[in-house]
């Protein structure tokens, strides 16, 4: 083989690794790109889905407040088929129809025909017979009304007497709000996002509803729904465009949204980059082939010189030793000098793509750990520096789990042996998506989303790579959501209590139950103003009070209770919050005794009759800041 084809070897050697291992990393990315693109469009099909779980909370609640009529609960069907008129007018936004049947589906009202006419039976007996076995509300399929065959979704309401189903209350929802539910989530414009029920047929669709309303889903989508909650792949639209899509599954409902992004979109920056990438590294080539071919010309007469003199030399005969044998020399050293810069440029191409990876690392939007095999911090990057407070110098070398995972959020010692970062280098198993409370270098918590996966090097275990998402935020809306839906529980159950009950004695104590039961709170008590002597009495109370509240003398406008909130709430006429005992004013009183029974906030609401505050409504919670804005 000629020399000429040994430089253009060398030269091939040297660049291909380089153009081989942009490609890679340029894919690594693509993936990266992906994952984050999967988990996003799972997170807006969540989004989307509790918004329509909403939308079918409020039609619940709305069809109990009618259902607490007392003309349905004494049987007068012609009075409530007014009250029925009325309910449908408020909510004519929603609802096209509302329906009233007996416990068998036997249709009794259907205000799209006047009151007493013959009507079919219910169009839904599958939910009918589930609302009678649960006796909870059940959102039905799509399906055509009996009456006007009109497409319509049915919220079906048991109404209940003796703790038997005595009616279903149906409201009959359009389905085109549903699209304008999707509308106003403000999707990319390339998005399509569709909603299917139970039964995985079209409820709801951004692009051409007209045209796949009321048809069944994709078969993959169909599939998909059926076997997992949340779920990603790759498939085909009903109208032949292939997407990259997402899924989330009520457990309220049942139905499912799904979100589907153009595939071509996806994979542009991907095909871009590897178009960018193998041009550069051809054109990179074929320079450095040309190079390498010059080269070899300018090397190849002095060498074969050389090698013709040795030859002569060799069979005795006395070479012609070439004129300034220094300068061939000086000659082959500058092609070597050549070949350096050759090597100089493609090291230069290793760092700059090395830089790429560390740029990558130090703009992720998560926090990263590298450990080594015995569980010692060696990189982190600057979003776990943002994140947790310490710097990269006071964590490296230091094992992760004394750092950030050392304790649980109550303030005990977590085992080493249970800690997701130490059972790594011990089991070698992965860890996908796990929730855990990890620590800020000042000792506040922070709740993350950590994935933990072993690292390996020629087959040997190397350490380990964390990566954690602080969702601290996230977990504080939902569980202000859960509050919410607590206190209008409660609200929902008082209103239909002082529909039901007269008596005014058994209804303030009705109150009472129902905030602890329905709101869960700790302690519940109503107190009445004295008209002689002013102090509040308590008249009616539930939850758990260990003599809490027959201790409590509190007098309006007195010094000692001029903080307290009971206090202030009478004299005031208004509701007075304090979302921390241990620590605010109003606690002061009555902390050491609130403390104690596990008070942790509290609010008082005046009661008034007309412009008059006759008593106060006190709440007590056992979760700070309950009652925030």
């Known amino acids: ?12 050697a040297g660049v291909l690794p380089v153009v081989i291992f942009a490609c890679a990393m340029t894919y690594l990315s693509y993936q990266r790109h992906r994952e984050n693109l999967a988990h996003g469009m799972i997170e807006r099909a969540r989004g989307i889905s509790a918004a329509l779980d909403r939308e079918f909370l409020v039609s619940i609640q709305s069809l109990k407040v009618l259902a607490a009529s007392t003309h349905l609960d004494k049987g007068q069907l012609s009075e409530f088929y007014a009250d029925m008129k009325g309910a449908l007018a408020a909510y004519s936004r929603a609802w096209q129809n509302i329906t009233l049947t007996d416990s068998s589906g036997r249709q009794l009202i259907n205000l799209r025909r006047p009151f007493g006419s013959p009507l079919p039976p219910t169009g839904n007996p599958e939910a009918i017979e589930q609302g009678r076995h649960s006796k909870e509300a059940a959102i039905a399929n799509l399906s055509r009304g009996p009456v006007t065959g ?62 796949f309303f009321g048809k069944p889903a994709s078969s993959m989508f169909a599939s998909q729904a059926k076997q997992y909650q949340e779920a990603t792949w790759r498939g085909t639209t009903l109208d032949g465009l292939a997407v990259v899509a997402a899924l989330h599954r009520s457990d309220f409902s049942g139905w499912t949204v799904g979100l589907a992004s153009p595939a071509s979109e996806v994979d542009a920056p991907l ?151 130490a059972q790594i280098h011990v089991t070698g198993k992965s860890v996908r998506n796990r929730e855990e409370v990890f620590f800020r270098k000042d000792g506040s918590a922070v709740m ?15 350490g380990a790579v964390l990566m954690a998402r602080d969702v601290t935020e996230r977990k504080k809306h939902e569980a202000r959501i859960r509050q919410l839906n607590r206190v209008y529980a409660v609200l929902s159950d008082i209103n239909q209590a002082i529909v039901r009950i007269r008596d005014p004695e058994t209804l303030l104590s009705a109150a009472c139950r129902i905030a602890v039961e ?24 539930a939850g758990f009070s260990d003599g809490y509240v027959e201790q409590l003398t509190i007098v309006p406008g007195h010094p000692q209770d001029e903080q307290e909130s009971t206090a202030s709430a009478a004299r005031e006429g208004m509701h007075i919050v304090c979302n921390d005992i241990e620590r605010s004013p109003r606690g002061a009183p009555w902390r050491d005794e609130a403390l104690r029974r596990g008070y942790r906030s509290s609010a008082a609401f005046a009661l008034r009759r007309g412009d008059e505050v006759i008593g106060t409504f006190n709440l007590y919670s056992s979760e700070r800041e309950f009652f925030s804005a």
């Not at 329905?518 to 109370?541: M, N």
């Open 150 to 211: 009109a497409p319509g979704i049915v919220v079906h309401l048991p109404v209940l007497k003796h703790g038997q189903v005595n009616y279903f209350l149906n409201a009959v929802l359009y389905p085109a709000p549903l699209t304008d539910l999707i509308l106003h989530q403000k999707l990319p414009s390339s998005w399509i996002a569709t909603i299917i029920d139970r039964n995985q047929v079209i409820v709801a669709r951004t692009r051409d509803f007209e045209k």
């Open 448 to 462: 993350v989303e950590c994935s933990n996966a072993p690292l390996e090097v020629n087959g040997q275990r190397a």
């Open 271 to 421: 095909r871009k980059s590897l178009m960018l990438t193998g041009a550069g590294g051809l054109v990179f080539l074929l320079a450095a082939l040309a190079l390498a071919t010059s080269l070899g010309r300018r090397i190849e007469e002095p060498v074969s010189a050389l090698s013709r003199a040795a030859e002569k030399l060799g069979r005795g005969e006395t070479p012609e030793i070439p004129l300034s044998p220094i300068v061939e020399m000086s000659r082959l050293a500058h092609g070597l000098g050549d070949a350096a810069t050759l090597r100089a440029q493609a090291e230069e191409q290793l760092r700059y793509q090395l830089q790429l990876s560390q740029n990558i690392t130090d703009k992720a939007a998560d926090s990263i750990f590298v450990s080594n095999d015995k569980g010692r911090a060696t990189f982190i990057n600057p979003e776990a520096v943002k994140t947790f407070g310490f710097t990269a110098e006071e964590l490296k070398a230091q094992p992760l789990h004394d750092k950030i995972h050392h304790q649980y959020p109550d303030g005990r010692p977590f085992p080493r042996e249970e800690c997701v970062l």
């Open 1 to 12: 083989m000629k020399l000429r084809s040994y430089l253009v070897l060398l030269v091939v």
């Open 518 to 541: 329905k709101g869960e709170f700790r302690l519940a008590w109503i107190g009445r103003i004295h008209p002689e002597t002013g102090t509040v009495e308590p008249v009616a109370q």
